[in-house]
């Protein structure tokens, strides 16, 4: 199903920005054909001119995302990349701002899943969901991200038990820092930082090879894989010292 060498007919979510954007530029380079799901208009028109079906849609409106997805005939690949980050500061802790960022990334993923699923089992096809290394280990003011990534790894991951008997291959992308408009924002070190031309390779090849989990860099997420299979103790002290730098 996901042979470079076969047109593939492509959803992806957040394809207006970031590693969305490039994966659909990307494959609509090697001849797919990508419905582009966003809704920055400016995107949608410049991918459109690439050969891309824009959908210009509200994620985290349900009914609309079925509605929408409803009208494809046919999904062989769909790619679940829309979401959002903000930090926290402690001691405040923004309940409002930690619940917009879980109900945005749970809420689109989940509703792009509703929609596209169908399809997906008719054309016994692969979903694949965007998660991140933060998930692999606690970092200060990364409450609410992380937490979102957290339950999105659980979420796909039980999918691919689930959906293993209806023939829908699920798979998880576990990236690191990728330069893109989100990551703007941090006013931090971002360790092995990767162009969003690296992570649509890293995530061409890894849905290519039908991997389940498809992390990048490894320099990253093997050491952060590590950290988090540490005692509490140690990871809260190595977690401590990280804060203060």
């Not at 930090?87 to 899943?113: C, Q, R, W």
Request: proline share 5%; net charge neutral; with cysteine.
């Amino acid at each position: 199903m996901t042979d470079s060498r076969n047109k593939l007919n492509i959803v992806i979510t957040g394809a207006t920005s970031g590693i969305g954007k490039q994966l659909a530029k990307d494959y609509l380079s090697s001849g797919h054909k990508v419905y582009a799901v966003g809704r920055d208009e400016e995107a949608l028109a410049e991918l459109k001119d690439l050969g891309a079906v824009p959908i210009a849609l509200d994620l985290m409106d349900r009914q609309k995302v079925i509605a929408a997805f409803a009208k494809i005939e046919q999904i062989d690949l769909a790619i679940c990349g829309a979401g959002t980050c903000e930090y926290l500061d402690m001691p405040n802790f923004d309940s409002e701002v930690f619940m917009k960022v879980m109900s945005v990334n749970m809420g689109t993923l989940s509703h792009a899943i509703e929609g596209v699923l169908p399809k997906l089992i008719a054309s016994k096809g692969r979903l694949v969901g965007i998660g991140s290394a933060s998930a692999y280990v606690p970092f200060a003011r990364a409450e609410a991200y992380g937490s979102s990534k957290a339950a999105i790894h659980y979420l796909m991951k039980t999918l691919q038990i689930s959906l293993a008997p209806h023939d829908v291959a699920v798979s998880l992308v576990v990236p690191g820092f990728v330069e893109t408009p989100m990551t703007k924002q941090n006013d931090f070190p971002m360790p092995f930082l990767q162009t969003p031309e690296q992570a649509s390779q890293a995530i061409r090849a890894g849905i290519n090879k039908g991997n389940e989990v498809i992390e990048f860099p490894k320099k990253l997420t093997i050491p952060l894989k590590t950290l988090g299979t540490l005692p509490d103790m140690v990871w809260q002290q190595v977690s401590q010292k990280l804060n203060k730098k």
